[in-house]
């Protein structure tokens, strides 16, 4: 049987290991970096900030998944108490509830929402001009894009109704991406998947790896097109200015400011994980997606702005902070007139799958991750079949 190869130790890739290994194939990951995760890494120190997107979304598919793997760990949710400070800019002034054209829109299922025509037009027919424009600002907590009101409209729709659900369907992995990750490989690691560190891999030795069996690319896209020497693997995507910051605690701080007046968003993560920070002092995360040709400096002055109402004071209680722009971080964002089917094919030809949050599959931000791992290691498995001896099938019974 051919050795199924997969580049990249992230999401997408332990997902692909797993399913992989789980039907009998021989893996190999072969990771970059020194350590594992990719952007699901979290990191060390008594700060545990995570790179990549915090929550895991619990209708989401890998939910169950890990579930049944005791993958998935102990999680956390927002308490009941910390609910009650979330808060809302709107026209400047910080506010307790949301408009109520807003929440108008969040009752609309997404289904009802068009493809071809752009969420800021169909939500204005809808609840209005301003509704629109709220909503479209809100919906940046699960899109990380600088302008929402400008994407498919059933695409938009279907993350703001997942984002604003009640009983709100985000957990929390306690302590960070990194635990379920490690406790992914570790579960590949025990069905004999070798796991290869430091080990950065370039188009030659990707061409001799092709040689010997299918390639799975579970890496970032913009890394993929180099690896592929592939020009056209390209996807709309969103960049954020991202802070990080531990304060000394303070009693009336904001768990969540989120601003309606432009997309952005400030969160108290250590709400809902104490293991995140030391005990008196609490880690908050702002993620402010800025526009292509605006500055890490212009988010970061946002964000700042959104600190000043939620967390009075903050300037002076820091005791560690962090900055940072990240590109890519929607994984795919779908224009007016496309869906998932449309983004780049996960077979790519010649015994290469792609997986990763911008390929053809479903799902909201890492559940992308997820679904295109599954769908390129079944690929993977069905082609290193074929060089099966005629006698010895592929068993699949456990995929």
């Excluded at 769908?375 to 699949?396: F, I, K, N």
Aim: glycine share 10%; aromatic share 6%.
């Amino acid at each position: 049987m051919q050795r199924i190869h997969i580049i990249g130790g992230g999401l997408a890739g332990f997902t692909a290991a797993i399913t992989a290994a789980e039907s009998g194939a021989l893996v190999t990951v072969h990771e970059a970096h020194h350590t594992l995760g990719g952007r699901a890494r979290t990191a060390e120190g008594p700060y545990r900030t995570n790179d990549g997107p915090h929550a895991l979304y619990r209708r989401g598919p890998h939910w169950t998944w890990l579930a049944q793997r005791g993958l998935l760990g102990p999680t956390a949710t927002v308490p009941l108490r910390q609910a009650g400070k979330i808060r809302f800019r709107l026209g400047g002034a910080l506010r307790r509830t949301p408009p109520l054209a807003l929440l108008r829109l969040t009752r609309r299922r997404a289904e009802h929402a068009p493809v071809d025509t752009d969420f800021r037009t169909w939500a204005t027919a809808q609840v209005g001009e301003e509704g629109a424009r709220t909503a479209a600002h809100f919906a940046a907590v699960a899109l990380y894009h600088h302008d929402p009101g400008s994407l498919s409209a059933a695409f938009v729709q279907e993350r703001l109704r997942r984002a604003a659900a009640l009983p709100p369907e985000a957990r929390y992995p306690v302590g960070g991406w990194a635990q379920v990750i490690d406790r992914m490989a570790a579960r590949a690691w025990n069905l004999s998947v070798r796991i290869e560190t430091a080990t950065r891999i370039d188009p030659s030795a990707l061409d001799g790896l092709a040689r010997s069996g299918p390639v799975v690319v579970a890496t970032s896209l913009d890394a993929a097109r180099g690896l592929l020497r592939d020009p056209t693997l390209t996807w709309d995507s969103g960049r954020t200015a991202l802070i990080d910051l531990a304060l000394r605690t303070r009693r009336g701080d904001a768990f969540a400011v989120s601003d309606l007046d432009a997309p952005g968003w400030t969160e108290r993560f250590s709400a809902q994980d104490r293991t995140l920070a030391p005990a008196g002092r609490q880690l908050v995360q702002g993620q402010i997606p800025v526009a292509p040709g605006e500055s890490k400096a212009t988010g970061v002055a946002r964000a700042e702005d959104l600190l000043d109402l939620g967390f009075p004071g903050w300037r002076d209680r820091v005791e560690w902070r962090r900055e940072a722009l990240a590109t890519g971080r929607t994984g795919a964002v779908d224009r007016p007139g496309t869906t998932w089917r449309d983004r780049l094919t996960i077979d790519r030809g010649n015994g290469i799958y792609l997986a990763g949050d911008q390929v053809a599959a479903p799902g909201l931000l890492s559940e992308v991750s997820f679904n295109s791992g599954m769908e390129a290691a079944v690929l993977a498995l069905g082609a290193s079949e074929q060089s099966l001896p005629t006698g010895r099938p592929l068993d699949l019974k456990r995929s």
